[in-house]
């Protein structure tokens, strides 16, 4: 039983890892043209949206590997932690952006 939980867990948090990484090259450097012109949203504006809206699902993912790989009594603990946990924070920081932003945006106009 554990071991399938800590198979899927890996799975689970592997496909977010690649979705979190593609859709982070793609808010960066994408093309600021509107791919819709009907929908007045770019491809990095939707990414960035996509990756607030896979925030809480890749937090569920690392703190899965977290538990079910025993990363606590690694030796090497901080390092794991920071490495393991990183897409979640990269997903956490858009969605600072995307709050703070909006917030001194409508501060100032």
Same mark, same amino acid.
């Given at each position: 039983m554990v071991k399938s939980a800590k198979?899927?867990? !890996?799975?689970i948090y592997l496909v977010?890892?690649?979705c979190v990484l593609v859709l982070t090259i793609i808010a960066i450097f994408g093309s600021d043209e509107l791919?819709? *012109?009907?929908?007045?949203v770019s491809?990095?504006?939707?990414?960035f949206i996509c990756l607030i809206v896979g &925030? =809480? *699902?890749m937090f569920f993912a690392c703190m899965a590997v977290y538990i079910f790989n025993d990363i606590k009594n690694s030796k090497h603990k901080k390092r794991n932690f920071?490495?393991? =946990?990183? *897409?979640?924070?990269?997903c956490f920081s858009c969605f600072l952006f995307? &709050?703070?932003?909006?917030?001194?945006? !409508?501060?100032?106009t």
């Open positions: 198979t899927i867990s !890996n799975i977010g890892v690649i791919s819709n *012109p009907n929908a007045m491809l990095n504006f939707s990414a &925030m =809480f *699902p920071i490495l393991i =946990f990183s *897409p979640g924070f990269i995307l &709050m703070l932003g909006g917030t001194i945006i !409508n501060l100032f």
